[in-house]
């Protein structure tokens, strides 16, 4: 897989900010509007040489018979006309000044859609029910506050838009609204403040996005610690506004355990948390901010706990006979003492994935694999159901040292086998690269994407097992050869992240047979005893089964929450509940 650009940031002034290979639009640059990433990074498989057959096998298409998509003419695209009369216009342009006011088709549709593959399959067929009227670039709070008055002045909807991401449909207009759509693009406020050194607390702008601000934070020996697979893309805000999770989050927490204080644009005022250790002051209104996705209001800035950046880090690889074992042998590290950065198996399913996704080992390294490999299935291993994990350990030497003594323990006794820190390291380089490989299969006829839940150990296998299932009778429904398979990426002291992909070939109506296997998932997470999601957020996409996990009386509270300060319903209606 090829490696990302990282974005960087040129001054602040009144200059635009550069990041580097993205997509030209407006005051700060994005990613393509057709797709995951920055133009010039993407996939390929020619240095994989199992990769082609295991598509064939998993999904049926032959990459060396099928011609790749050509890259989407973006002048093919029928684009609606802003509607944002001229008075929000002036208003707006005093606000952010007339340069950071922008309504180019370019801009407005990339502010159209997040990333998730109906996203992707929309835009690229040209389906724009409702664009972004107007996209406005503040570069401070205050324009972010007046922003938000003018808005709700003029009964226009304001959707607020980090690094663009999001798979949950949390961006999008609500198709029909007749009002004028303004989307706030957060990407000028991506400064750190400050840091509270004493404390480990961090004053962090919520435009940053996941590079720019871990680059400011180890140029004075910090990290957050938080790293979604998104993290090249998404900023701070976003995370906060969907409650998200990252890679290291058995260490260093969720978003919503590392997020202290906030502030938020609201009508009528800046809503201020202090960012305190703990408090008693009633219901939480940071825990309501958190996940609100924009419809309480613009997160300009978060008080964030960080952390020394540890002495030492080191992932290490290892293999259990099946899924079972795997999962047991997580369980059983959450709920003893050592508390690992990263505890992650995948299913006999991804595992074959992974080793397909493999440059070819030659030398020594390739002699190796072959020779442990015939020694597991001479012990009796199905290397079909054999599961690949990894575990993150950080700290001192010493203490990495411990941790990694006290987990061998539990993997030995799990049945598991150490293989070392060899696919650990090249996990470590490549983790942020998946999702272009959603759109090298999409230019090949394929649809790929995600769905994840979280679940009481107690009913995790059968939750692996009965989503599978689900999945694979939703392929049959419509007659087509698909793909699912899982990894457990979070853990906690109760449960666990359960994270599934899946794939199938398009056929004439692809959005509709989506449908069909993503209502076929996400039923069995709630009928498994899971929830809508555990990190991607709501959104309008997740929104059929909030109140499975609510109940009808906690969807009320939502409702009178949101029209108690949103009477209007001028911010980013629509998403979590539909009123």
């Known amino acids: 897989m090829t490696d990302l650009v990282t974005p960087t ?32 990074v993407a996939f390929h498989h020619e240095d994989k040489p199992a990769f082609a057959a295991f598509v064939l096998k998993a999904v049926g298409v032959d990459l060396h018979a099928v011609a790749p998509l050509e890259q989407p003419e973006f002048g093919a695209l029928n684009v609606p006309a802003s509607i944002a009369p001229d008075a929000l216009r002036d208003a707006l342009a005093q606000a ?24 992707l399959i929309k835009v690229r067929a040209g389906v724009l029910p409702r664009v972004p009227d107007l996209v406005v670039y503040p570069s401070d709070e205050a324009a972010v506050q007046r922003v938000v008055e003018i808005v709700v002045e003029h009964d226009a909807v304001l959707i607020p838009f980090g690094g663009g991401s999001n798979i949950a449909g949390s961006l999008e207009p609500i198709p029909g609204e007749s009002r004028p759509v303004v989307s706030l693009d957060l990407g000028l406020l991506d400064r750190l403040l400050d840091i509270d050194e004493a404390s480990g607390l961090a004053r962090i702008q919520a435009g940053a996005l996941g590079p720019a601000l871990e680059a400011q934070l180890n140029a004075r020996g910090w990290t957050i610690g938080h790293f979604p697979d998104s993290f090249t893309h998404s900023s701070l805000g976003g995370w906060i506004a969907t409650r998200s999770s990252g890679m290291q989050s058995d260490k260093y927490g969720d978003i919503a355990d590392i997020t202290r204080g906030l502030r938020v644009a609201r009508p009528g005022g800046l809503l201020e948390l202090r960012a305190t250790p703990s408090a008693s002051t009633g219901p939480s209104v940071r825990e309501m901010i958190l996940g609100s996705e924009g419809r309480l209001g613009v997160i300009t800035e978060a008080t964030v706990q960080v952390h020394r950046v540890p002495a030492k880090r ?8 099946n899924w079972v074992a795997g999962s047991a042998a997580m369980r059983r590290i959450a709920e003893g003492d050592v508390h690992p950065a990263i505890t992650r198996v995948s299913d006999g399913r991804e595992t074959g994935f992974s080793l397909a996704t493999s440059k070819e080992s030659k030398g020594f390294s390739g002699l190796a694999q072959r020779g442990l490999f015939a020694v597991l299935k001479r012990r009796g291993w199905n290397l079909d159901e054999m599961c690949l994990s990894f575990i993150g350990y950080e700290g001192t030497p010493e203490h990495v040292a411990r941790q990694r003594k006290a987990v061998e323990k539990v993997i030995k006794r799990s049945g598991g086998i150490g293989v070392g820190t060899g696919p650990g390291v090249l996990y470590d380089q490549k983790k942020f690269d998946t999702p272009y490989l959603r759109d ?41 050869k698909g793909w699912i398979m899982s990894h457990l990426s979070h853990s906690y002291h109760s449960g666990a992240c359960l994270y599934f992909t899946f794939a199938f070939v398009m056929g004439d109506d692809a959005e509709a047979e989506y449908d069909i296997v993503k209502h076929a998932i996400q039923q069995a997470f709630i009928d498994l005893g899971g929830v809508p999601s555990h990190h991607h957020g709501i959104g309008v996409e997740h929104a059929e089964w909030l109140p499975d996990v609510l109940s009808d009386p906690g969807i009320g509270v939502l409702e009178g929450l949101f029209a108690a300060t949103d009477p209007g319903r001028n911010l980013n209606p629509a998403k979590i509940v539909r009123s």
């Open 314 to 321: 080191v992932i290490h690889a290892y293999f259990f006979p």
């Open 96 to 119: 952010v000044g007339p340069a950071k006011l922008v309504d180019d088709d370019l801009d407005r549709v990339v502010h159209t859609y997040g990333k998730s593959i109906r996203d």
């Open 440 to 480: 090298f299969l999409l230019d090949r006829g394929t649809a790929g994407d995600v769905s994840e839940t979280s679940v009481p150990w107690v009913n995790l296998d059968r939750m692996h097992d009965g989503v599978i299932e689900a999945a694979e009778k939703a392929f049959a429904s419509f007659g087509r």
């Open 9 to 40: 940031a040129a001054d602040r002034d009144d200059a635009a900010v550069v990041r580097e290979g993205a997509v030209a639009a407006g005051p700060v640059q994005h990613m393509k509007w057709w797709g995951w990433g920055v133009p010039g």
